[in-house]
Nanobody, 112 residues
Framework: QVQLVESGGGTVRPGGSLTLSCAAS????????ITWTRRAPGEGGPRMVA????????TYADSVKGRFTISRDNAKNTILLQTNSLKPEDTGVYYC?????WGQGTEVTVST
């Protein structure tokens, strides 16, 4: 069974950091492009935050470049999203997805 499970969200102050984790089962994360997306409060659909390809090419939304880093741990079959210098506008539910498979999301709140 193909499954993605996110964790690592929480509430932090502006300028703080969180490491989000996406644990995969049923497939090898090294074989597929994996995307982190964010659904912000009041917005319609989720928006891409970061992507990593099997060749470890990475791309980021302009709003997070230089602050977020996506990486892959093949041994743990996990995709990580290191989020630094967090801003209130980074608040939302973060999902990882591979194709049509989505996790349940992990919530990030950046607030004073």
């Amino acid at each position: 069974q193909v499954q993605l499970v996110e964790s690592g969200g929480g509430t932090v102050r502006p300028g703080g950091s969180l490491t989000l984790s996406c644990a995969a089962s049923g497939f090898a994360v090294s074989d597929y492009s994996i995307t982190w997306t964010r659904r912000a409060p009041g917005e319609g659909g989720p928006r891409m935050v970061a992507l990593i390809t099997p060749g470890q090419y990475t791309t980021y939304a302009d709003s997070v470049k230089g602050r977020f880093t996506i990486s892959r741990d093949n041994a743990k079959n996990t995709i990580l999203l290191q989020t630094n210098s967090l801003k209130p506008e980074d608040t939302g539910v973060y999902y990882c997805n591979q194709g049509t498979t989505w996790g349940q999301g992990t919530e990030v709140t950046v607030s004073t």
